[in-house]
C-alpha cells in the first residue's frame, strides 16, 4: 500500500530543534515533489517548504532562515530540519509527495513548541 509515514514530532522549547523525517513505502521519492505543510488549531493548512524531484528548495517566509528540507533517496527519505522554534510554529506537521496526478498524504506528526 503506497503510504508517506510522517516522524519527528513532539515538544520541544522555543529556541529549540526537531527534525521530522517523511518516509515511503511502497513508491519512490526519486521523482516526487515533496511538500511538508502545517496545520494549527483553528487554522488552514499551510505550506511550509518543498523540494523538488532534481533538488530546488522553496520555504515559507515565517519559517526561512529557520528550517531545511533535504531528501534521501537512497533511504527514500524527506527530512525537514527545524531550529530556533517558536511557539507559532506548534502545528501538525504533513508530508505530500506529488507527480503529474499523483498526490499523496501522510497522516502528520505533530509539533509543539512551549516553555
Known amino acids: 500500500q503506497v503510504q508517506l509515514v510522517e516522524s519527528g514530532g513532539g515538544l520541544a522549547q522555543p529556541g529549540g530543534s526537531l527534525r521530522l523525517s517523511c518516509a515511503a513505502s511502497?513508491?519512490?521519492?526519486?521523482?516526487?515533489?515533496i511538500g511538508w505543510f502545517r496545520q494549527a488549531p483553528g487554522k488552514e493548512r499551510e505550506g511550509v517548504s518543498c523540494?523538488?524531484?532534481?533538488?530546488?528548495?522553496y520555504y515559507a517566509d515565517s519559517v526561512k532562515g529557520r528550517f531545511t528540507i533535504s531528501r534521501d533517496n537512497a533511504k527514500n527519505t524527506v527530512y525537514l530540519q527545524m531550529n530556533n522554534l517558536k511557539p507559532e510554529d506548534t502545528a501538525t506537521y504533513y508530508c505530500?509527495?506529488?507527480?503529474?496526478?499523483?498526490?499523496?498524504w501522510g497522516k502528520g506528526t505533530l509539533v509543539t513548541i512551549s516553555s
Open positions: 523540494i523538488t524531484h532534481d533538488g530546488l528548495t
Open positions: 505530500n509527495a506529488r507527480r503529474l496526478a499523483e498526490n499523496y
Open positions: 511502497e513508491f519512490t521519492l526519486d521523482y516526487y515533489a
